[in-house]
């Protein structure tokens, strides 16, 4: 057998002591064997926890929609207040994802939903939809600034009534 090599079987603790290796504690194993009863009766609270953990993976989920809020921004700033496809396609994608993320509300946050976190899903829910309603607000922003927004009262000419000539001047 070579010098580097240990043989497990003929080990007797008598004869050597191997070290334990570097970060090792002897008491963390212990208290895993000994914690088996521990564990037993913390079972009750796993529930009360999965419940508080699937509240706040719905946080989580309602507040996603927010990361993407400067992203967007940015892609507004970048692509000018001209009518030209790109920008038009962002402005477009603005209105149309939101749109589809709030219809599809129920199913983002169904893998949450319990008896115990159907209150609690609430606000959850109202956060995602305010926050989809804000990036919908950043798109009328969009369309304000490429001059598609009729506000202005030449927008509406096509509506007022056409003023009646009191006199005619001929020659």
């Known amino acids: 057998m070579a010098n580097w090599s240990i043989d497990y079987a003929s080990i007797n603790s008598n004869k050597k002591k191997i070290s334990t290796p570097v970060g090792f504690e002897q008491g963390a194993l212990l208290n895993t064997k000994s914690g088996s009863k521990s564990a037993k009766q913390s079972t009750p609270q796993e529930g009360h926890n999965d419940t508080a953990l699937k509240i706040r993976r719905a946080w989580d989920v309602a507040w996603g929609p927010a990361k993407s809020i400067p992203m967007n921004g940015f892609m507004l700033y970048m692509t000018g207040n001209n009518v030209q496809i790109f920008s038009v396609m ?20 169904s893998r949450f939903e319990s008896k115990e976190t159907a209150a609690e899903l609430i606000m959850p829910k109202l956060l995602f939809i305010g926050l989809q309603v804000v990036t919908m607000l950043l798109g009328v922003y969009k369309v304000n600034a490429m001059g598609l927004l009729p506000t202005t009262t030449s927008d509406w000419l096509a509506f007022l009534p056409h003023k009646q000539v009191l006199e005619y001047v001929a020659l």
Do not use: E, V
């Open 90 to 109: 962002i402005t477009a994608m603005l209105f149309f994802n939101p749109a589809k993320a709030i219809m599809s509300l129920n199913q983002n946050f």
